[in-house]
């Protein structure tokens, strides 16, 4: 508009001025994945209140525990290698050894009646090789990945069954809150995995009964702030999907168990005579 100068000037745009301030000026960022992870450790409720109300919770959640577990297992990696320059070579002893042997006429005289003994040989005495260095701690890259592989899958199975056993243990409480709404708040619960990391000086360990505790405690925290519950029916919650686990587990156990006696001719005969009683 003109002035009382005649010169033009612009007024701003209510509408805009009044929507940048609803937003909270331009709109603060949501905080990364180690960001919460970190705020995870120190027992902050904020962590689960920010999955919990984002756009994609289980999505989010997903991205948080894979997260996890590519930390962990680089740090297996790294820890794997620190140890194979610390420790000592057994490449040499290995060797003379293996040489020893073939020298014997007992294994010439294998090879003269089964040429391919010498290749089951080999096979079998690196094979032994390799599970005397993982029974004495020395580090291999074989126990190494089967550690990273059994942790990637052990953590998301173990994440997606906790979470649909606690959401269905909640909704029976009358919690409304959705189920990826839980899947990603319980993500985070797996932070003290983290701790792992330390892992990479030699000769560092992490108890597991510490982790365990940990994680029941970021647990409760990201059930507690998903489904708004008190504080007995959360730890219910808590609760129920080890007690769940454990009681299926158990009868597994007693009917594959029963199942296999039954096959026994012994077991099965005695079964038929106390049938045969009870008539």
């Known amino acids: 508009m003109p002035n ?5 000037t612009v007024e701003p745009d209510e509408s805009a001025v ?3 301030d609803d937003d909270g000026g331009a709109g603060e960022s949501q ?21 919990r109300d984002d756009d994609h919770p289980g999505r989010r959640g997903f991205v948080i525990v894979l997260v996890v577990v590519a930390i962990v297992a680089v740090a297996q990696m790294i820890a794997y290698w620190l140890g194979w320059l610390t420790a000592p070579r057994l490449d040499s002893l290995q060797g003379l050894l293996y040489s020893t042997v073939t020298d014997w006429p007992w294994y010439a005289e294998q090879v003269q009646q089964d040429p391919a003994f010498a290749t089951q040989f080999q096979q079998g005495y690196l094979a032994g090789w390799e599970a005397l260095r993982i029974l004495l701690g020395y580090p291999t890259l074989t126990a190494t990945i089967s550690v990273d592989l059994s942790l990637i899958v052990t953590t998301f199975g173990n994440w997606f069954l906790f979470a649909v056993l606690a959401h269905w243990t909640a909704r029976w409480f009358g919690s409304q809150a959705r189920f990826v709404q839980t899947l990603g708040t319980v993500a985070l619960a797996y932070a003290p995995l983290l701790l792992l990391v330390i892992q990479v000086v030699p000769g560092a360990t992490v108890p597991l009964s510490l982790l365990f505790l940990l994680m029941l405690a970021t647990k409760y925290l990201a059930l507690k702030t998903t489904h708004n519950l008190g504080t007995p029916q959360t730890l219910f919650v808590l609760a129920a999907p080890y007690v769940i686990v454990a009681i299926v587990a158990a009868l597994v156990a007693l009917y594959g168990g029963a199942y296999g006696l039954e096959q026994l001719p012994y077991f099965r005969d005695a079964f038929k005579v106390q049938l045969f009683l009870a008539r």
Request: no cysteine.
């Open 4 to 8: 009382a100068s005649g010169e033009m």
């Open 31 to 51: 905080p990364g994945v180690l960001a919460l992870l970190g705020r995870t450790l120190l027992f902050s409720t904020e962590p689960y209140a920010i999955v």
């Open 18 to 20: 009044a929507t940048l």
